[in-house]
Protein backbone atom coordinates (compact mmCIF):
# COMPACT_ATOMS: atom_id res chain seq x y z
CA UNK A 1 0.00 0.00 0.00
CA UNK A 2 1.14 3.44 -0.53
CA UNK A 3 1.93 5.76 2.42
CA UNK A 4 -0.82 8.52 0.72
CA UNK A 5 -4.32 8.72 1.98
CA UNK A 6 -6.81 5.73 2.37
CA UNK A 7 -9.17 7.39 0.46
CA UNK A 8 -8.51 7.38 -3.46
CA UNK A 9 -12.36 8.51 -4.45
CA UNK A 10 -12.13 6.42 -7.25
CA UNK A 11 -15.22 4.40 -6.27
CA UNK A 12 -17.34 7.59 -5.88
CA UNK A 13 -19.16 6.85 -8.68
CA UNK A 14 -20.00 3.05 -7.02
CA UNK A 15 -17.46 1.68 -9.44
CA UNK A 16 -14.08 -0.17 -8.22
CA UNK A 17 -11.03 -2.11 -10.16
CA UNK A 18 -10.35 -5.67 -10.01
CA UNK A 19 -6.80 -6.78 -9.96
CA UNK A 20 -6.70 -7.59 -13.69
CA UNK A 21 -7.37 -4.00 -14.34
CA UNK A 22 -10.98 -4.10 -15.37
CA UNK A 23 -13.32 -1.47 -14.01
CA UNK A 24 -16.82 -3.17 -12.45
CA UNK A 25 -19.68 -1.92 -10.32
CA UNK A 26 -19.39 -2.01 -6.94
CA UNK A 27 -22.88 -4.68 -7.22
CA UNK A 28 -20.66 -6.91 -9.61
CA UNK A 29 -20.45 -10.67 -8.58
CA UNK A 30 -16.88 -10.78 -8.28
CA UNK A 31 -17.09 -7.52 -5.85
CA UNK A 32 -19.81 -9.52 -3.92
CA UNK A 33 -18.01 -12.57 -3.49
CA UNK A 34 -14.65 -10.42 -2.37
CA UNK A 35 -16.76 -8.55 -0.10
CA UNK A 36 -17.67 -11.78 1.82
CA UNK A 37 -14.24 -13.13 1.65
CA UNK A 38 -13.31 -10.33 3.85
CA UNK A 39 -16.00 -10.23 5.96
CA UNK A 40 -15.06 -13.77 7.02
CA UNK A 41 -11.85 -13.40 7.52
CA UNK A 42 -12.82 -10.27 10.02
CA UNK A 43 -15.37 -12.47 11.63
CA UNK A 44 -12.17 -14.91 11.83
CA UNK A 45 -10.06 -11.93 13.50
CA UNK A 46 -12.86 -10.89 15.75
CA UNK A 47 -12.57 -14.89 16.78
CA UNK A 48 -8.67 -15.13 17.44
CA UNK A 49 -9.42 -12.14 19.78
CA UNK A 50 -12.43 -13.84 21.70
CA UNK A 51 -9.98 -16.75 21.86
CA UNK A 52 -8.70 -17.69 25.82
CA UNK A 53 -5.48 -16.77 26.64
CA UNK A 54 -4.26 -19.78 27.41
CA UNK A 55 -1.01 -22.11 25.65
CA UNK A 56 -3.52 -24.28 24.71
CA UNK A 57 -5.27 -22.32 22.16
CA UNK A 58 -1.86 -20.93 20.65
CA UNK A 59 -2.48 -23.55 17.63
CA UNK A 60 -5.31 -22.57 17.36
CA UNK A 61 -4.41 -19.00 16.88
CA UNK A 62 -1.47 -20.02 14.74
CA UNK A 63 -3.96 -21.53 11.93
CA UNK A 64 -6.37 -19.24 11.98
CA UNK A 65 -3.96 -16.28 11.31
CA UNK A 66 -2.80 -18.82 8.45
CA UNK A 67 -5.73 -19.02 7.42
CA UNK A 68 -6.23 -15.18 7.27
CA UNK A 69 -2.99 -15.07 5.14
CA UNK A 70 -4.80 -17.61 2.93
CA UNK A 71 -8.02 -15.68 2.48
CA UNK A 72 -6.32 -12.39 1.08
CA UNK A 73 -4.29 -14.84 -1.47
CA UNK A 74 -7.25 -16.02 -2.48
CA UNK A 75 -9.09 -13.04 -2.86
CA UNK A 76 -6.58 -12.24 -5.13
CA UNK A 77 -7.52 -15.08 -7.14
CA UNK A 78 -10.87 -14.09 -7.70
CA UNK A 79 -10.01 -10.12 -8.16
CA UNK A 80 -7.95 -11.54 -11.52
CA UNK A 81 -10.67 -12.80 -13.53
CA UNK A 82 -9.11 -15.66 -15.63
CA UNK A 83 -10.92 -15.31 -18.73
CA UNK A 84 -9.85 -11.40 -19.35
CA UNK A 85 -6.62 -10.93 -16.94
CA UNK A 86 -3.36 -10.86 -18.54
CA UNK A 87 -1.23 -14.74 -17.94
CA UNK A 88 1.37 -12.48 -15.59
CA UNK A 89 -1.18 -11.38 -13.59
CA UNK A 90 -3.09 -14.86 -13.20
CA UNK A 91 0.22 -16.73 -12.55
CA UNK A 92 1.22 -13.79 -10.10
CA UNK A 93 -2.69 -14.87 -8.41
CA UNK A 94 -2.62 -18.64 -8.53
CA UNK A 95 -4.44 -20.23 -5.56
CA UNK A 96 -2.86 -23.90 -4.95
CA UNK A 97 -5.02 -26.89 -3.80
CA UNK A 98 -1.87 -27.24 -0.80
CA UNK A 99 -3.92 -24.73 1.13
CA UNK A 100 -6.75 -27.11 1.13
CA UNK A 101 -4.25 -30.13 2.04
CA UNK A 102 -3.41 -27.83 5.14
CA UNK A 103 -7.09 -27.12 6.45
CA UNK A 104 -8.02 -30.76 5.71
CA UNK A 105 -4.67 -32.28 8.08
CA UNK A 106 -6.11 -29.93 11.28
CA UNK A 107 -9.82 -31.04 10.77
CA UNK A 108 -9.05 -34.68 11.15
CA UNK A 109 -6.51 -33.70 13.94
CA UNK A 110 -9.05 -32.13 15.81
CA UNK A 111 -12.17 -34.20 14.51
CA UNK A 112 -10.06 -36.95 16.26
CA UNK A 113 -10.97 -35.20 19.86
CA UNK A 114 -14.27 -34.37 19.66
CA UNK A 115 -17.42 -36.08 20.84
CA UNK A 116 -19.66 -37.73 17.78
CA UNK A 117 -22.57 -35.32 16.73
CA UNK A 118 -25.75 -37.23 16.52
CA UNK A 119 -27.67 -34.74 15.73
CA UNK A 120 -27.44 -30.97 14.43
CA UNK A 121 -25.73 -28.45 17.45
CA UNK A 122 -27.23 -24.59 17.48
CA UNK A 123 -24.25 -22.18 16.67
CA UNK A 124 -23.32 -21.02 20.33
CA UNK A 125 -21.32 -22.06 23.70
CA UNK A 126 -18.16 -20.20 24.07
CA UNK A 127 -18.20 -16.47 22.45
CA UNK A 128 -14.66 -17.41 20.23
CA UNK A 129 -16.37 -20.69 19.59
CA UNK A 130 -20.37 -18.52 18.50
CA UNK A 131 -18.04 -16.30 16.37
CA UNK A 132 -16.10 -19.07 14.36
CA UNK A 133 -19.79 -20.31 13.64
CA UNK A 134 -20.76 -16.62 11.84
CA UNK A 135 -17.59 -16.97 10.53
CA UNK A 136 -18.43 -20.41 8.81
CA UNK A 137 -22.05 -18.87 7.83
CA UNK A 138 -19.72 -16.19 6.16
CA UNK A 139 -18.00 -18.27 4.23
CA UNK A 140 -20.88 -20.77 3.16
CA UNK A 141 -22.06 -17.30 1.79
CA UNK A 142 -18.56 -16.31 -0.16
CA UNK A 143 -18.65 -20.08 -1.23
CA UNK A 144 -22.36 -19.56 -2.77
CA UNK A 145 -21.31 -16.55 -4.72
CA UNK A 146 -17.61 -18.18 -5.71
CA UNK A 147 -19.83 -20.97 -7.74
CA UNK A 148 -21.01 -18.65 -10.28
CA UNK A 149 -17.85 -17.67 -11.14
CA UNK A 150 -16.54 -20.81 -11.30
CA UNK A 151 -18.92 -21.69 -13.65
CA UNK A 152 -17.63 -19.14 -16.18
CA UNK A 153 -14.10 -20.22 -15.76
CA UNK A 154 -12.64 -17.02 -14.01
CA UNK A 155 -11.86 -18.67 -11.00
CA UNK A 156 -10.14 -22.10 -10.49
CA UNK A 157 -11.76 -25.00 -8.66
CA UNK A 158 -9.08 -24.61 -6.23
CA UNK A 159 -10.99 -21.28 -4.50
CA UNK A 160 -14.51 -22.83 -4.53
CA UNK A 161 -13.12 -26.36 -2.84
CA UNK A 162 -10.75 -24.45 -0.42
CA UNK A 163 -14.06 -22.59 0.87
CA UNK A 164 -15.92 -25.23 0.75
CA UNK A 165 -13.42 -27.10 3.08
CA UNK A 166 -12.97 -23.86 5.11
CA UNK A 167 -16.51 -23.88 5.84
CA UNK A 168 -15.70 -27.75 7.17
CA UNK A 169 -12.73 -26.40 9.58
CA UNK A 170 -14.83 -23.46 10.56
CA UNK A 171 -17.54 -25.76 12.62
CA UNK A 172 -14.76 -28.23 13.06
CA UNK A 173 -12.70 -25.52 15.18
CA UNK A 174 -15.77 -23.79 16.79
CA UNK A 175 -16.67 -26.92 18.19
CA UNK A 176 -13.04 -27.85 19.51
CA UNK A 177 -12.93 -24.84 20.99
CA UNK A 178 -16.05 -25.05 23.10
CA UNK A 179 -14.99 -28.92 24.02
CA UNK A 180 -11.82 -26.71 24.81
CA UNK A 181 -13.34 -24.11 27.38
CA UNK A 182 -15.84 -26.83 28.74
CA UNK A 183 -19.04 -24.84 26.97
CA UNK A 184 -21.76 -27.03 26.23
CA UNK A 185 -22.90 -27.47 22.86
CA UNK A 186 -27.01 -27.05 22.61
CA UNK A 187 -28.83 -30.03 20.30
CA UNK A 188 -31.54 -29.15 17.90
CA UNK A 189 -34.60 -29.97 18.67
CA UNK A 190 -38.04 -30.43 16.26
CA UNK A 191 -40.93 -27.91 16.63
CA UNK A 192 -38.93 -26.92 20.40
CA UNK A 193 -41.88 -24.30 20.42
CA UNK A 194 -44.35 -27.28 20.64
CA UNK A 195 -42.39 -29.20 22.47
CA UNK A 196 -42.04 -26.79 25.02
CA UNK A 197 -46.02 -26.02 25.45
Known amino acids: MSSGKIYTKTGDKGDTSLFS ?6 SDPFIQALGSIDECNSA ?3 AIALMPKEDKFTFIIEQLEVIQHALFDLGAAVATPRT ?3 DTKIEKTRFDEEET ?3 EEWIDKMTLELPKLKT ?4 GGHACGAMLHLARSICRRAEREVVPLTDHADVSDNVFIYLNRLSDYL ?3 S ?3 NHLTDSPETCWIHNKLTTAN
Not at 120 to 123: G, R, S, Y
Open 171 to 173: FTV
Open 120 to 123: FILP
Open 175 to 177: RYV
Open 21 to 26: GQRVPK
Open 44 to 46: IGA
Open 84 to 86: KAV
Open 101 to 103: AFV
